[in-house]
């Protein structure tokens, strides 16, 4: 049984341009959850998610920030028009079900030049 | 003041010794976990507990509800436990949110 699996690993974006990064879910887990670590921060909560609903998404930045889960696919968090700040390490992790530990993935590292 | 605060913040200790790292949170929780991070690598959940005490190999996390303090214990200490250890508590259970709170972690280093 696979774990989290998220890709890419390492995303270098200039200002301006799109991010997109994926995680696919430990099998059998429809529970995702994204957390992003700023340089020298502690991990932050960001969304929650569940099979093609956001459950939470308190800790989304207002603007340039969105995620989804599909029926099919892995779940994508997207950064439109990145800036500097948004360089970072992002995390997902997944359980089976709300309330159950989570799993987390090896993360993806952004670079916006 | 942070929901969850760790001390200490930067570990340093000698082969074989053992280590405490304390986490200390003012909210209600439905759990706690302890995860580890090497530099530049990924998260790896070690426990989750909601109360009392858990061993795994050289590993042993408690926790206490009523004083809002959990304790990750390292026995006979190696260099490959050298990391970022950091507690995240879980907000109640029931809520529509299952989102963890973190605590800044603490950095050990572990010396030959």
């Known amino acids: 049984n696979a774990g989290v699996m998220q890709n890419p690993r390492h995303l270098v974006r200039r200002r301006g341009q799109e991010a997109r990064l994926r995680c696919s879910p430990m099998?059998?887990?429809?529970?995702v959850y994204w957390y992003r670590q700023l340089p020298e921060e502690g991990l932050k909560f960001m969304v929650y998610l569940q099979k093609e609903n956001i459950i939470d998404e308190s800790g989304m930045p207002k603007e340039r920030f969105s995620a989804e889960f599909p029926k099919e696919g892995p779940s994508i968090l997207r950064i439109q028009q990145v800036v500097r700040g948004d360089s970072a390490a992002y995390f997902c992790a997944s359980s089976p079900n709300q309330g159950d530990e989570q799993y987390f993935g090896p993360g993806t590292r952004l670079t916006v030049t | 003041k942070n929901e969850v605060e760790q001390s200490p913040q930067n570990l340093t200790a000698q082969e074989g010794e053992f280590i405490t790292i304390n986490c200390s949170y003012s909210?209600?929780?439905?759990?706690l976990h302890w995860l580890q991070q090497h530099p530049g690598g990924g998260i790896v959940s070690l426990f989750m507990?909601?109360?009392g005490k858990k061993k795994h190999g050289r590993l042993i996390a408690t926790i206490n509800i009523q004083e809002k303090h959990s304790s990750l214990h390292i026995t006979a200490s190696h260099p490959r436990d050298s990391a970022v250890y950091i507690c995240a508590v879980r907000s109640p259970y029931g809520g529509a949110t299952n989102k963890l709170i973190f605590g800044t972690g603490t950095l050990l280093a572990v010396q030959p």
């Open positions: 099998k059998g887990h429809s529970h």
């Open positions: 909210v209600g929780i439905s759990a």
């Open positions: 507990l909601s109360s």
